[in-house]
């Protein structure tokens, strides 16, 4: 077998921190043949469930511009899944496992000891994605969801059915930190500014930039081969180089996604879930230019190097491996 080979069900979860480019990323990677790109997968009860805020509108329609109760791949999806657990508790447990805030308690279950209901939940992981790839009639998953409790849970899948790869997609802080003071989400129910001082918001959205980007490394170092880490400014101003990169990491031919980027064509949008308004345009275009940093005032852009100017430079001194990725035994 060749070592990009893998009978099992390839997975490739995009990690990091909200509002670092994924939605690109994710369109890039499902236009790939037998790749599906889900969106934020691990969000899928906010998508048929959404609260009533400015954001349902988004949260409960599928990239391919129909309601998810009425998509023809989420709403068998849903029933599938509905039919095998209870889907009151499997939010709560994705909510209580996968998070953020429950990122800690998740590693020390799944590398010391595993609950009953850590083990089913986990199981329920294995038998969503396996549904998803089964009605999609695809062998690869794209998903966006970005959560490091979620990306720990697919690390620990079983390697002989699933074949899992993490990018890690970092985001320059300071345009990370400029979209937050832009569109404050308090727990992802709102949009508009953030109505607290600029220097209070600039302050949590840097410690959420470095406590989110953290987890993911700490993802990828108990998980190193199967571990990539991107830059959101190579994607989109040197997208070829990268995309070769990505390519032999994830041993998958993305041969036509960089045609249509060589070419100036637009790439297809998929089956996404959650995310953000420009999942609802058909097409999306990837320039070869430099990525334009979102400006940053003084005194937010002083917070954030004070508090995150040493993750930055760890980052920006990063380079993606240049050997083919080979798979563990």
């Known amino acids: ?34 790749a ?7 969000h899928i009860f906010w998508a048929f469930h959404p609260i009533s805020t400015p954001e349902a509108p988004i949260l409960g329609t599928c990239s391919c511009g129909l309601p998810v109760t009425q998509c023809p791949l989420w709403s068998n999806v849903w029933s599938d899944l509905s039919a095998r657990y209870d889907m009151g508790s499997l939010e709560r447990d994705t909510r209580r496992f996968e998070y953020f805030s429950g ?13 009953r209901a850590f083990r089913e939940h986990l199981d329920s992981l294995g038998q969503s994605v396996r549904s998803v790839a089964r009605i999609g009639g695809v062998r690869v998953l794209i998903d966006s969801s970005k959560e490091p409790g979620r990306g ?9 059915d699933f074949d899992v790869r993490f990018i890690h997609l970092v985001r320059d802080g300071r345009g990370v930190v400029s ?26 959205a840097t410690l959420f ?31 070829m180089e990268t995309l070769v990169s990505v390519e032999s990491f994830l041993g998958e031919n993305l041969s036509e996604p960089r045609r249509r980027i ?62 083919r990725f080979r798979r563990q035994r």
């Open 1 to 34: 077998m060749n070592p990009t080979e893998h009978p099992g069900l390839k997975v490739v979860y995009i990690i990091g921190c909200g509002r670092s480019g994924s939605t690109i990323l994710d369109n890039i990677l499902g236009t790939a043949d037998s």
């Open 36 to 42: 599906l790109s889900t969106g934020e997968l691990g």
């Open 103 to 115: 990122f800690i308690p998740t590693l020390v279950l799944g590398r010391l000891f595993r609950t």
């Open 152 to 160: 720990w849970l697919y690390s620990l899948l079983p390697r002989e």
């Open 179 to 204: 979209s937050m003071l832009r569109h404050f989400s308090p727990a992802m129910l709102e949009s508009g500014p953030s109505p607290q001082r600029p220097l209070v918001a600039a302050t949590f």
């Open 209 to 239: 930039w470095v406590y989110l980007n953290l987890c993911a490394s700490l993802v990828g170092a108990l998980n190193r081969p199967r571990y990539l880490l991107v830059r959101y400014e190579d994607l989109v101003s040197n997208p």
């Open 262 to 323: 060589a070419a100036g064509e637009p790439l297809s949008a998929g089956h996404q879930l959650c995310g953000n308004r420009s999942k609802f345009s058909p097409f999306l275009r990837v320039k070869s230019r430099e990525a334009a940093k979102d400006a940053l005032p003084l005194g937010p852009s002083l917070v954030f190097l004070s508090l995150a100017g040493w993750l930055q430079w760890v980052y920006l001194r990063a380079r993606p491996p240049r050997r």
